[in-house]
Every structure is written in structure tokens, then in C-alpha cells.
């Protein structure tokens, strides 16, 4: 059976055919230019989705490890107080040691005395220390109060005791969706120890007593002192452990934060970039047909019998 | 026996017989490119015969008829098929539209503002103190405003264009109708069945347009009359020479203030705006009612999830002083209800107008340290409510999806992602059924043209038939001529 093909519907479904094959090189056209795959949500959209939730994925994990990066900051800087306050104990214990020495009189015990007042300061320094204009010994009250300005403070000056206005509260910050990473250490813990002010552990109790043991040549006290400031000193490298193990569970997350990221993103980018051999390959053949289609139009109408017709 | 006149009679009928259907030959030529045309074809049929004692002499020919070579039930189906393609490309178009924009994947789009905002919260949280991120976190929330806002008047444009194109459409749709009424009794009234070929043709064309414009059944009645309904029955437009109009009247808050459509036949008027499926009117009709609407909801249900979480939580915790509490962060002029939503906005009407609403309060913008990063009364360093607040994000149940007021959804970026491949599930459906509905009518047409189409070869063809046919009777005159002169001049001589 022959089908007639009246000259009308010949060129119509070639005009259909011509303008699907110029959308699709102007697709591809766009896929090439912009690098995505996906011109419209339209043409995937599972993983138009995926993408956008890979996206998110990825954008959190970048916001976590820059928490991590800000909770490392006050942790490394909290480290370093802590690892100078070990220092001055350390100058501190060997001064106890000279001064309970047997050759010492009342005058070298006295002598020794300014040195222990001005470490006694450096560690007041120490203690109320400000990170980006917050201190980092101070619980939540990182600020101070009106009538507290600081987190440690000389009750009567220079006798002590050396008091503490800031809180135990601790600064927590989210490191994954789960997991919080405490940034602080409050002062309390640090400096008075796991006794509490004025006890065996508190640092400012045992340097004042020292100071003033050898003020008034008074070997018991600096006896005690002594031993207290090995008390104080355990407290404080307990606490440069506590901040040292913190860090470095830091280090490890963001270690898995980054190589996540890296799977995260090879999957975003499987779903979303432009597969340039398929969208070039796919362009030339859609060209090569263009170019085929509109000749053969070209032709079509030259074999009609008219054209025989005297 | 029949004499040389009879012969003659017999030569005139044959060429007044070619010279008609040489004529029906022009006709189909000249409507080549005519859209809607249908080739006709003249019926010859010899003349009736002479009887003279046992012999038949023949009479010659006459033409008898005009044929138009249709085939009416393909008629029929292409009308129904092209009013779905115009339907699928109206939708197709008017997602597309929007795709891009409110489908953002990018790092500007919807689901990443959102986060972003959050992640103004989770800065705070790093650092509580601080006044400049205190005002990040304004900005942030200005930005995830103004990405949600634009989205929703985005689809508010589209949805009054389609609400353009009704009142426009309906007018043409009522154009055509009382046409296609005037053809039907012109087809009614012709003189043999199928005979008034260039009435038919027209109606034919006139509704192929208004299957372009509005989903129609086409009935054909036994006089060959059309009797034209809406895809889904709801009306007639037209029922044998007389045509029933559409109207559009104001469609008042059920329809968000857009038009409503009637039908008016006699004396009552039937509401018929969710009686039309197909054509461009039915697409811009369903675009404006329900498919844009469904993206706006679920725009506006996000919008409360984020300001419902967000309010709860801030209004329990503490500004910068320490002391200040039981302020909301999103609030627009008049106090928030207890959901942290504002009163106007319910979860029986899926919290729409939530979008518009969304503001951030302007107290806080005017004095970011009214932000409450703090749990604990007088603590300036504690960053509890923000890190709580930024937690929000990635927690599940934020977002109510069904209206029933409690929240139901996954963590706010799978919301929008939901969103995203809704839109891009229709867009490909719409695309697709384009696609399918397009190669449908295109099989159809070039069925319906193989049969009805002209083929100029054809033409070419016949009229070299009809030429020599010409030229022979012609010829056939010319020799009862010389046989008469013969008889009459020479006989005798």
C-alpha cells in the first residue's frame, strides 16, 4: 500500500524534527557555557534534590570546621595561659625551694619576696586574660559586670585574697550536628583547682601565702606553700591536658570534616557538571542532523512534477 | 439510432465535464497552503443512456458531485488531542518559567539562605559578644527575606499573567463559537450531504483554534452539525446554530481576587472555571489556581517553620544587657501569637500570606543587642539560645506540611529540596506529556493529511488526465463538425 504524502505534511514534520533538534543544541549549548548539567530543575529532578541537599551538606560541614577552627583559637589560646601560669608555679616552687634551704636569713627570704609579689601578678595578669575582647577565664561572664570588671580580683591589695566574679558556666559550640566542643575552661577550675578558693589547689592562695612566709620569715607557712603550689600546679596541668585532648579530638573531626567534604563534593559534582564528551558528542550529531535535515528540505521541493510539465 | 447532434451534445459534455473538474484541480492547487482545506475531488458520471430497441447509446458525461476527501472521527480526535497539547505546553511553559529561579539549586538560592541565616546564628554562637555578628545575623535574615519574598511575588507575576490571559482568551473562545454556530447552519442547510465543502473546511479550522484555546468535545449530529462541549461537560458552547458564550466576572478572595469564568446558556450561568482542563485556558487556569498556588503554599509553610522555630527559641532567651527577654526575632507590627507566628497566619489556610509577613522584628534591627544569644539571665558570654537557634537548622520536625499545626518535616533543607524536585517533577511531566501530545497530533495530522492533504503531483497528474480528456472531446467535436459539414455542405454536390 502506498501512503500519499501530500506535499504540505512532507515539510511540516521536518520543521517539527528542525526545531527539536535546535533546542536540544541550545541545551548543550548551555550545559558546555555554564558547566552545569542540568539547565532546569525540570530535567532531573531527583537530582536537582540531591544536589541541592549535597549543597547544604557540604555548606555545613564548611560552616562546622569553621567552628571548629574558632573553637581551636580560644582552646590554643587557653593553652598557652595555662602552659604560662605552669611556668611561674614551676619559678615559684624552685624560689620555695631556695627559701626553705638552711643557709637563708630573714633578709634573702624578703629579697626573694618581690619576685614571688610580681609572678603573683603575672599570673593575676594571666588569669584575666582577654581573647578578642573577651576573657577567657571567666565562665559565660566573659565581660565582667558593672561592679566585677574583671574575673579575678585582689579583694584588699596586695594582702588577697584574690577573688573570682566570673561563673563556671562553659561556652559550647556546635561541631557537628550532634556534637558540641566546649571553648572554655572556667577561671575557677583553672587557678583554685578541684578544692575551690582558698583551698590546697587554689594557685593565688599558695603564692600569696608564700609571698608573705617570706615577708615574715615564716618557714612553715612557705613550707605549706610549697606544698600547695604542687597541688595547684597538678591542677593546672590537668587542665592543659583537659585543653590539649580537646584540640587534638578538634584536629581528628576536622581531618573527617575535609575528607567528607571531598566524597560530598565528588558526589554533588557527578550529579551536577556538565559530562563535556556526551554534551560535545551529543552537539556535533544534533548539528550533523541539522545540517542533513536542511538540505534534504532544500531538495524536497525540487521533485515535484511540475517542474517536467512543458 | 442517435444522430450527429447527439454526438455533439456527448462532445460538449465531455468538455464542459473536464473544464469542471480542471476547475476542482485549480481549487485544490490554489488551497495547496490553505491550513484546514481539504482536497476535494470532482464525481464524473456518465449520463443517463438512450434506449433505441435492444442497444444503450450513451449521453456523455456530467460531473455530479464534489467530493471533500475527509475522514471525520480523525477530525474529531485531532480537536480533543490538540487542546491537551495546548494544555501541556500552556503548564509546561509556565513552570518553566519559574523553575529556575524558584528551583535554585545555587548558592543563591532559597535553601542556601536559609542556611545561611542559621549559620549567622552558629557565628554568634562563636563569639556571643560580638556586635558586628549580632548584625550578621540581621543581614542574613534580611537576605533569606528578601530570596523568600521574591520567589513568592515571582509566582504572584505569573499567576496575575495567566489571570490576564483568561480575560482574553474567553473573548476569542467566544469569537470563534458563534462562527463555528453560523457554519453548522450552513452546514445544516446544504443542499446534499457533505456538499458545501468550503463551510465544513472553515469550521474545521475554526476549531482547530478553539481546541488550541479550551479543552472541547466535538460531537458531529446526523445533519453534520458540531455540538461542542467543555473536556470535562461542565457547559455546551455551542449546540447547532447557536453558540453559548463564556463571561468572566470578579472571583472575589476565593480565588485570590483573579477572575472567575461562566458559562451563560440562556437565562442560567454556570461557574465554570474548574470545568475547563485543556487548551490555553485551561492551562493558564490551572497554572493560576492550583499548580503556582501549590509552590507559593509551600513556600509560605517554610517561611513559618523558619519563624515559628526561630521565635520560639528567641523569645526564651536573653539579650546582650543579661536582663532583656520574650522578644521574637521575626515579628511584624503586632504582637505574635503563642506559636511565634504572627495571628493573621493559621495553619488551616497552610499559613498563607507567611512569605509577605515575615519580617524581622524591627526593635532588633534598630538595636541588634536585643538579640537573645544568651539562656542564662546575666551571662554576656553564654551562647546557648544562639547555638540552639542555629541547631534548628539541621533538627527534623520544622516545617508543618500538612496543616494540621504541628510540624512534620525533615530538617529545612530537605523541605526546600522537596520543593525544588516538585517543581522539577512537573516541569518534566508537563515537558514530557508536550512532547508525547505533540508527536500524537503531529501522527494524527499527517494522517489526516494523507488523506485530505493536497499532493500537487497528484494535481499534476490529473491535470494532464483532464487536459487530454479536454483535448479529445474537443477533438470529437471537431470531427461530428467535419461530418456534419460533410452531410450538410458537401452531400450532393
Same mark, same amino acid.
Given at each position: 500500500m502506498t501512503i500519499r504524502t501530500p506535499s504540505t505534511s512532507q515539510t511540516q514534520q521536518t520543521i517539527l524534527d528542525l526545531?527539536?533538534?535546535?533546542?536540544?543544541?541550545?541545551?548543550?549549548?548551555?550545559?558546555?557555557?555554564?558547566?552545569?548539567?542540568? *539547565?532546569?530543575?525540570?530535567?532531573?529532578?531527583?537530582?536537582?534534590?540531591?544536589? %541541592?541537599?549535597?549543597?547544604?551538606?557540604?555548606?555545613?560541614?564548611?560552616?562546622?570546621? &569553621?567552628? !571548629?577552627?574558632?573553637?581551636?583559637?580560644?582552646?590554643?589560646?587557653?593553652?598557652?595561659?595555662?602552659?604560662?601560669?605552669?611556668?611561674?608555679?614551676?619559678?615559684?616552687?624552685?624560689? @620555695?625551694?631556695?627559701?626553705?634551704?638552711?643557709?637563708?636569713?630573714?633578709?634573702?627570704?624578703?629579697?626573694?619576696?618581690?619576685?614571688?609579689?610580681? %609572678?603573683?601578678?603575672?599570673?593575676?595578669?594571666?588569669?584575666?586574660?582577654?581573647?578578642?575582647?573577651?576573657?577567657?577565664?571567666?565562665?559565660?561572664?566573659?565581660?565582667?559586670?558593672?561592679?566585677?570588671?574583671?574575673?579575678?580580683?585582689?579583694? !584588699?591589695?596586695?594582702?588577697?585574697?584574690?577573688?573570682?566574679?566570673?561563673?563556671?558556666?562553659?561556652?559550647? =559550640?556546635?561541631?557537628?550536628?550532634?556534637?558540641?566542643?566546649? /571553648?572554655?575552661?572556667?577561671?575557677?577550675?583553672?587557678?583554685?583547682?578541684?578544692?575551690?578558693?582558698?583551698?590546697?589547689?587554689?594557685?593565688?592562695?599558695?603564692?600569696?601565702?608564700?609571698? +608573705? #612566709?617570706?615577708?615574715?620569715?615564716?618557714?612553715?607557712?612557705?613550707?605549706?606553700?610549697?606544698?600547695?603550689?604542687?597541688?595547684?600546679?597538678?591542677?593546672?596541668?590537668?587542665?592543659?591536658?583537659?585543653?590539649? #585532648?580537646?584540640?587534638?579530638?578538634?584536629?581528628?573531626?576536622?581531618?573527617?570534616?575535609?575528607?567528607?567534604?571531598?566524597?560530598?563534593?565528588?558526589?554533588?559534582?557527578?550529579?551536577? +557538571?556538565?559530562?563535556?564528551?556526551?554534551?560535545?558528542?551529543?552537539?556535533?550529531?544534533?548539528?550533523?542532523?541539522?545540517?542533513?535535515t536542511l538540505n534534504v528540505l532544500g531538495r524536497t521541493n525540487k521533485t515535484n512534477l511540475f517542474d517536467y510539465l512543458a | 439510432?442517435?444522430?450527429?447532434?447527439?454526438?455533439?451534445?456527448?462532445?460538449?459534455?465531455?468538455?464542459? @465535464?473536464q473544464q469542471a473538474a480542471l476547475n476542482v484541480v485549480g481549487q485544490n492547487i490554489a488551497n495547496v497552503n490553505t491550513p484546514g482545506y481539504t482536497r476535494q475531488r470532482a464525481d464524473l458520471?456518465?449520463?443517463?443512456?438512450?434506449?433505441?430497441?435492444?442497444?444503450?447509446?450513451?449521453?456523455?458525461?456530467?460531473l455530479?458531485?464534489i467530493q471533500g476527501i475527509r475522514d471525520?472521527?480523525l477530525?474529531?480526535?485531532?480537536?480533543?488531542?490538540?487542546?491537551?497539547?495546548?494544555?501541556?505546553?500552556?503548564?509546561?511553559?509556565?513552570?518553566?518559567?519559574?523553575?529556575?529561579?524558584?528551583?535554585?539549586?545555587?548558592?543563591?538560592?532559597?535553601?542556601?539562605?536559609?542556611?545561611?541565616?542559621?549559620? #549567622?546564628?552558629?557565628?554568634?554562637?562563636?563569639?556571643?559578644?560580638?556586635?558586628?555578628?549580632?548584625?550578621?545575623?540581621?543581614?542574613?535574615?534580611? /537576605?533569606?527575606?528578601?530570596?523568600?519574598?521574591?520567589?513568592?511575588?515571582?509566582?504572584?507575576?505569573?499567576?496575575?499573567?495567566?489571570?490576564?490571559?483568561?480575560?482574553? =482568551?474567553?473573548?476569542?473562545?467566544?469569537?470563534?463559537?458563534?462562527?463555528?454556530?453560523?457554519?453548522?447552519?450552513?452546514?445544516? $442547510?446544504?443542499?446534499?450531504?457533505?456538499?458545501?465543502n468550503d463551510?465544513r473546511d472553515q469550521?474545521k479550522a475554526? $476549531?482547530? &483554534?478553539?481546541?488550541?484555546?479550551?479543552?472541547?468535545?466535538?460531537?458531529?449530529?446526523?445533519?453534520?452539525?458540531?455540538?461542542?462541549?467543555? +473536556?470535562?461537560?461542565?457547559?455546551?458552547?455551542?449546540?447547532?446554530?447557536?453558540?453559548?458564550?463564556?463571561?468572566?466576572?470578579?472571583?472575589?478572595? !476565593?480565588?485570590?481576587?483573579?477572575?472567575?469564568?461562566?458559562?451563560?446558556?440562556?437565562? *442560567?450561568?454556570?461557574?465554570?472555571? $474548574?470545568?475547563?482542563?485543556?487548551?490555553?485556558?485551561?492551562?493558564?487556569?490551572?497554572?493560576?489556581?492550583?499548580?503556582?498556588?501549590?509552590?507559593?503554599?509551600?513556600?509560605?509553610?517554610?517561611?513559618?517553620?523558619?519563624?515559628?522555630?526561630?521565635?520560639?527559641?528567641?523569645?526564651?532567651?536573653?539579650?546582650?544587657?543579661?536582663?532583656?527577654?520574650?522578644?521574637?526575632?521575626?515579628?511584624?507590627?503586632?504582637?505574635?501569637?503563642? $506559636?511565634?507566628?504572627?495571628?493573621?497566619?493559621?495553619?488551616?489556610?497552610?499559613? &498563607?500570606?507567611?512569605?509577605?509577613?515575615?519580617?524581622?522584628?524591627?526593635?532588633?534591627?534598630?538595636?541588634?543587642?536585643?538579640?537573645?544569644?544568651?539562656?542564662?539571665?546575666?551571662?554576656?558570654?553564654?551562647?546557648?539560645? @544562639?547555638?540552639?537557634?542555629?541547631?534548628?537548622?539541621?533538627?527534623?520536625?520544622?516545617?508543618?506540611?500538612?496543616?494540621?499545626?504541628?510540624?512534620?518535616?525533615?530538617?529545612?533543607?530537605?523541605?526546600?529540596?522537596?520543593?525544588?524536585? +516538585?517543581?522539577?517533577?512537573?516541569?518534566?511531566?508537563?515537558?514530557?506529556?508536550?512532547? /508525547?501530545?505533540?508527536?500524537?497530533?503531529s501522527a494524527l495530522q499527517t494522517q489526516r493529511d494523507s488523506i485530505s492533504g493536497v499532493d500537487l503531483n497528484e494535481e499534476a497528474a490529473n491535470m494532464m488526465n483532464l487536459q487530454r480528456g479536454y483535448q479529445?472531446? @474537443?477533438?470529437?467535436?471537431?470531427?461530428?463538425?467535419?461530418? /456534419?459539414?460533410?452531410?450538410?455542405?458537401?452531400?450532393?454536390?
Amino acid at each position: 500500500m502506498t501512503i500519499r504524502t501530500p506535499s504540505t505534511s512532507q515539510t511540516q514534520q521536518t520543521i517539527l524534527d528542525l526545531e527539536r533538534t535546535q533546542s536540544r543544541l541550545a541545551q548543550n549549548q548551555t550545559r558546555i557555557s555554564t558547566g552545569n548539567r542540568l *539547565t532546569s530543575p525540570g530535567e532531573d529532578p531527583a537530582a536537582s534534590a540531591s544536589i %541541592l541537599e549535597l549543597g547544604s551538606s557540604i555548606q555545613a560541614n564548611t560552616q562546622y570546621l &569553621k567552628q !571548629a577552627d574558632t573553637a581551636m583559637g580560644y582552646l590554643s589560646s587557653s593553652e598557652d595561659i595555662v602552659s604560662a601560669s605552669i611556668s611561674d608555679v614551676e619559678r615559684l616552687q624552685e624560689l @620555695a625551694t631556695q627559701a626553705l634551704g638552711t643557709t637563708n636569713t630573714a633578709a634573702t627570704r624578703s629579697a626573694e619576696a618581690y619576685e614571688v609579689d610580681s %609572678l603573683r601578678t603575672h599570673l593575676l595578669g594571666l588569669a584575666n586574660t582577654q581573647v578578642q575582647g573577651k576573657y577567657i577565664f571567666a565562665g559565660t561572664q566573659t565581660l565582667g559586670t558593672a561592679a566585677h570588671p574583671l574575673p579575678f580580683e585582689d579583694a !584588699a591589695p596586695p594582702a588577697g585574697p584574690i577573688n573570682y566574679w566570673g561563673n563556671s558556666g562553659s561556652i559550647d =559550640l556546635a561541631v557537628t550536628a550532634t556534637t558540641k566542643v566546649s /571553648t572554655n575552661i572556667p577561671g575557677n577550675t583553672v587557678f583554685f583547682g578541684a578544692g575551690g578558693q582558698g583551698s590546697s589547689s587554689d594557685v593565688f592562695q599558695a603564692v600569696t601565702d608564700l609571698r +608573705d #612566709g617570706l615577708n615574715t620569715n615564716n618557714v612553715a607557712l612557705i613550707t605549706s606553700a610549697s606544698a600547695n603550689l604542687q597541688t595547684s600546679l597538678n591542677s593546672l596541668i590537668k587542665s592543659q591536658t583537659d585543653l590539649g #585532648g580537646r584540640q587534638a579530638g578538634l584536629l581528628n573531626l576536622k581531618d573527617t570534616l575535609s575528607s567528607f567534604n571531598v566524597t560530598l563534593q565528588g558526589m554533588q559534582s557527578n550529579q551536577q +557538571d556538565t559530562d563535556y564528551a556526551k554534551s560535545i558528542t551529543e552537539y556535533s550529531n544534533d548539528q550533523i542532523a541539522q545540517t542533513a535535515t536542511l538540505n534534504v528540505l532544500g531538495r524536497t521541493n525540487k521533485t515535484n512534477l511540475f517542474d517536467y510539465l512543458a | 439510432m442517435p444522430g450527429l447532434t447527439s454526438g455533439l451534445n456527448i462532445a460538449l459534455s465531455g468538455l464542459q @465535464a473536464q473544464q469542471a473538474a480542471l476547475n476542482v484541480v485549480g481549487q485544490n492547487i490554489a488551497n495547496v497552503n490553505t491550513p484546514g482545506y481539504t482536497r476535494q475531488r470532482a464525481d464524473l458520471t456518465s449520463n443517463q443512456s438512450q434506449v433505441e430497441g435492444q442497444v444503450y447509446y450513451g449521453t456523455g458525461v456530467s460531473l455530479t458531485d464534489i467530493q471533500g476527501i475527509r475522514d471525520k472521527y480523525l477530525d474529531l480526535q485531532i480537536y480533543r488531542e490538540s487542546a491537551k497539547l495546548a494544555g501541556a505546553n500552556e503548564r509546561d511553559s509556565g513552570v518553566a518559567g519559574i523553575s529556575t529561579t524558584v528551583g535554585d539549586t545555587s548558592s543563591t538560592g532559597v535553601a542556601a539562605q536559609i542556611q545561611a541565616f542559621f549559620q #549567622g546564628f552558629q557565628d554568634l554562637a562563636g563569639q556571643p559578644e560580638n556586635d558586628a555578628l549580632r548584625t550578621n545575623v540581621i543581614g542574613k535574615a534580611q /537576605t533569606m527575606i528578601t530570596g523568600l519574598q521574591s520567589r513568592y511575588s515571582l509566582l504572584d507575576d505569573q499567576r496575575n499573567s495567566a489571570d490576564q490571559a483568561v480575560g482574553s =482568551l474567553v473573548t476569542e473562545v467566544n469569537t470563534i463559537t458563534s462562527q463555528i454556530a453560523q457554519l453548522n447552519q450552513q452546514v445544516m $442547510t446544504e443542499v446534499s450531504p457533505g456538499s458545501n465543502n468550503d463551510a465544513r473546511d472553515q469550521r474545521k479550522a475554526l $476549531t482547530d &483554534k478553539l481546541a488550541g484555546l479550551v479543552g472541547i468535545n466535538v460531537v458531529e449530529g446526523s445533519k453534520g452539525e458540531y455540538q461542542i462541549t467543555l +473536556d470535562t461537560g461542565a457547559a455546551v458552547l455551542v449546540s447547532g446554530n447557536s453558540s453559548y458564550q463564556l463571561q468572566t466576572s470578579p472571583g472575589g478572595a !476565593a480565588l485570590d481576587n483573579h477572575l472567575r469564568v461562566n458559562a451563560v446558556m440562556g437565562s *442560567t450561568t454556570v461557574d465554570v472555571t $474548574t470545568g475547563i482542563k485543556d487548551g490555553q485556558l485551561g492551562g493558564k487556569l490551572d497554572l493560576r489556581d492550583n499548580i503556582l498556588v501549590g509552590f507559593q503554599r509551600q513556600l509560605d509553610q517554610l517561611a513559618a517553620g523558619v519563624a515559628r522555630q526561630v521565635n520560639q527559641l528567641h523569645r526564651t532567651g536573653y539579650a546582650a544587657d543579661g536582663v532583656t527577654t520574650g522578644n521574637d526575632f521575626f515579628q511584624s507590627g503586632v504582637a505574635n501569637g503563642a $506559636t511565634g507566628l504572627p495571628t493573621s497566619v493559621t495553619a488551616t489556610t497552610f499559613y &498563607k500570606g507567611m512569605v509577605n509577613a515575615l519580617t524581622v522584628n524591627a526593635a532588633i534591627v534598630a538595636n541588634p543587642s536585643l538579640i537573645a544569644a544568651a539562656g542564662v539571665a546575666g551571662a554576656k558570654g553564654d551562647n546557648s539560645q @544562639a547555638a540552639a537557634i542555629a541547631g534548628v537548622e539541621t533538627s527534623t520536625s520544622t516545617v508543618d506540611t500538612n496543616g494540621d499545626g504541628i510540624p512534620d518535616s525533615g530538617p529545612f533543607d530537605t523541605v526546600v529540596g522537596s520543593l525544588v524536585s +516538585d517543581i522539577g517533577t512537573q516541569s518534566q511531566t508537563y515537558s514530557t506529556q508536550g512532547t /508525547t501530545q505533540q508527536n500524537l497530533v503531529s501522527a494524527l495530522q499527517t494522517q489526516r493529511d494523507s488523506i485530505s492533504g493536497v499532493d500537487l503531483n497528484e494535481e499534476a497528474a490529473n491535470m494532464m488526465n483532464l487536459q487530454r480528456g479536454y483535448q479529445a472531446s @474537443a477533438r470529437f467535436l471537431s470531427v461530428i463538425n467535419q461530418l /456534419t459539414d460533410q452531410l450538410v455542405n458537401q452531400f450532393g454536390k
